[in-house]
Nanobody
């Protein structure tokens, strides 16, 4: 299993920026898809972005395109989510997740709270 630890959440004003980090350990990184999801109180979990670790290919939810950027540092086994132009509706717990390239079961981090004030 892979262990995931998120960090970087906190309070930020609308229009500001925040960078989340996800440190992975336990398994090799190269065969994984890494993703970010979020969940606000009373709402379902929502896909944010993903990156295929081996190729660097990325994908984003439509509402995040142009504002959020997912990237990784293989040497540090760490995935990042750069969040710009933040809005109050971005307030949620953000979760890092990982799955095997050809698998369908995600492993999850503990989550980190992001709160955007107006």
């Amino acid at each position: 299993q892979v262990q995931l630890v998120e960090s970087g959440g906190g309070l930020v004003q609308a229009g500001g920026s925040l960078r989340l980090s996800c440190a992975a350990s336990g398994r090799t990184f190269s065969s994984y898809v890494m993703g970010w999801f979020r969940q606000a109180p009373g709402k379902e979990r929502e896909f944010v972005a993903r990156i295929t670790w081996s190729s660097g290919s990325t994908s984003y939810a439509d509402s995040m395109k142009g504002r959020f950027t997912i990237s990784g540092d293989k040497a540090k086994n760490t995935v990042y989510l750069q969040m710009n132009s933040l809005k109050p509706e971005d307030t949620a717990v953000y979760y890092c997740a990982a799955r095997a390239l050809y698998g369908n079961i995600w492993d999850w981090g503990q989550g980190t709270q992001v709160t955007v004030s107006s």
